[in-house]
């Protein structure tokens, strides 16, 4: 037994001073420090995701080749590599060999098991600009860019900009008129899968997060977040045009389409032209009702 435990002893004998993390092989303790540095020199050329390991970037192209040739039997859905595959099966097995000692939670993938535990440790990297405290330092690190005030990505659709490259291009997608993500409670389709898995938090009627003003509540931390703004009377958003205020920056960037002149909704009904997708809507449900008479 004492030889067992030499050997393991061994087997772990580097370890990372950022997260406790061990290993037995000096290369792989290496490859692990790259992901305390924040560098990430491999970006993926097709939505500008960024990466620490080649490998990992060479393992990500395979999302936009469209090869998905892994199907699950059990539901149909498909996936680009082997593993995210065989982790997907374990979701209908039910089987969760993984359980934290510290709160109980169990978890079929050792992979989102190890990231909970981080949970636990109490170690947090916090951004000086703001306070905000991340549990990765490539998290902090992708943080710290939105205090840049660089955003160099701009939607030629709406005028949207983002900090990031990726952000950006699934942004885009919401123009592009594809919509694969489906809801099985309603039948409303997304564009990204984030959208649907949002949007699913309505039909399951939780809401967790309440405004301590009036009580209100929300399913997502954003919405409450938001809503706070009208407690507190905060306008930030100040359009260079005629001087109006708004809470929310995409009420500034839809109204900026008043000034710019850009109409580029059309009602095949009438012919009629609008600068938003909430006026052509309203717009086109009166037409309709007005053609039914």
């Given at each position: 037994?004492?030889?067992?435990?030499?050997?393991?002893?061994?087997?772990?004998?580097?370890?990372?001073?950022?997260?406790?993390?061990?290993?037995?092989?000096?290369?792989?303790?290496?490859?692990?420090?790259?992901?305390?540095?924040?560098?990430?020199?491999?970006?993926?050329?097709?939505?500008?995701?960024?990466?620490?390991?080649?490998?990992?970037?060479?393992?990500?192209?395979?999302?936009?080749?469209?090869?998905?040739?892994f199907e699950?039997?059990?539901?149909g859905?498909?996936?680009?590599?082997?593993?995210?595959?065989?982790?997907?099966?374990?979701?209908h097995?039910?089987?969760?060999?993984?359980?934290?000692?510290?709160?109980?939670?169990?978890?079929?993938?050792?992979?989102?098991?190890?990231?909970?535990?981080i949970?636990?440790?109490?170690?947090?990297f916090?951004?000086?600009?703001?306070?905000?405290?991340?549990?990765?330092?490539?998290?902090l690190?992708?943080?710290?860019?939105?205090?840049?005030?660089?955003?160099?990505f701009?939607?030629?659709?709406?005028?949207?900009?983002?900090?990031?490259?990726?952000?950006?291009?699934?942004?885009?997608?919401?123009?592009?008129?594809?919509?694969e993500?489906?809801?099985?409670?309603?039948?409303k389709?997304?564009?990204?899968?984030?959208g649907?898995n949002?949007?699913?938090?309505?039909h399951?009627?939780?809401?967790?997060?309440?405004?301590?003003?009036?009580?209100?509540?929300?399913?997502?931390?954003?919405?409450?977040?938001?809503?706070?703004?009208?407690?507190?009377?905060?306008?930030?958003?100040?359009?260079?045009?005629?001087?109006?205020?708004?809470?929310?920056k995409?009420?500034?960037?839809?109204?900026?389409?008043?000034?710019?002149g850009?109409?580029?909704?059309?009602?095949?009904?009438?012919?009629?032209a609008?600068?938003t997708?909430?006026?052509?809507?309203?717009?086109?449900?009166?037409?309709?009702?007005?053609?039914?008479?």
């Amino acid at each position: 037994m004492e030889v067992v435990k030499e050997e393991a002893d061994v087997k772990l004998r580097f370890t990372c001073d950022e997260c406790g993390k061990q290993f037995g092989h000096k290369s792989h303790f290496t490859r692990h420090l790259l992901s305390h540095s924040g560098v990430k020199e491999f970006e993926c050329s097709e939505c500008g995701k960024q990466f620490i390991h080649k490998s990992s970037l060479t393992h990500h192209s395979l999302i936009h080749s469209g090869v998905k040739k892994f199907e699950c039997e059990e539901c149909g859905k498909q996936f680009n590599h082997k593993t995210h595959f065989t982790r997907h099966q374990l979701t209908h097995s039910g089987v969760k060999e993984f359980t934290c000692d510290e709160c109980g939670r169990q978890f079929n993938d050792k992979s989102n098991f190890n990231r909970h535990l981080i949970s636990h440790t109490g170690v947090r990297f916090e951004c000086y600009e703001c306070g905000k405290h991340f549990m990765h330092q490539s998290s902090l690190s992708h943080h710290s860019l939105t205090h840049s005030g660089v955003k160099k990505f701009e939607c030629n659709e709406c005028f949207k900009q983002f900090i990031h490259k990726s952000h950006f291009t699934q942004h885009l997608l919401t123009h592009s008129g594809v919509k694969e993500y489906k809801c099985d409670q309603c039948g409303k389709l997304f564009a990204r899968k984030d959208g649907l898995n949002r949007h699913l938090l309505v039909h399951s009627g939780v809401k967790e997060f309440k405004c301590d003003e009036c009580g209100k509540e929300f399913s997502h931390k954003n919405h409450l977040t938001q809503h706070e703004l009208i407690h507190k009377g905060v306008k930030d958003h100040k359009c260079d045009e005629c001087g109006k205020r708004f809470r929310h920056k995409v009420s500034l960037t839809q109204h900026a389409l008043i000034h710019a002149g850009v109409k580029k909704f059309k009602c095949d009904e009438c012919g009629r032209a609008f600068r938003t997708k909430t006026e052509i809507t309203r717009h086109v449900a009166k037409c309709l009702e007005l053609s039914s008479q």
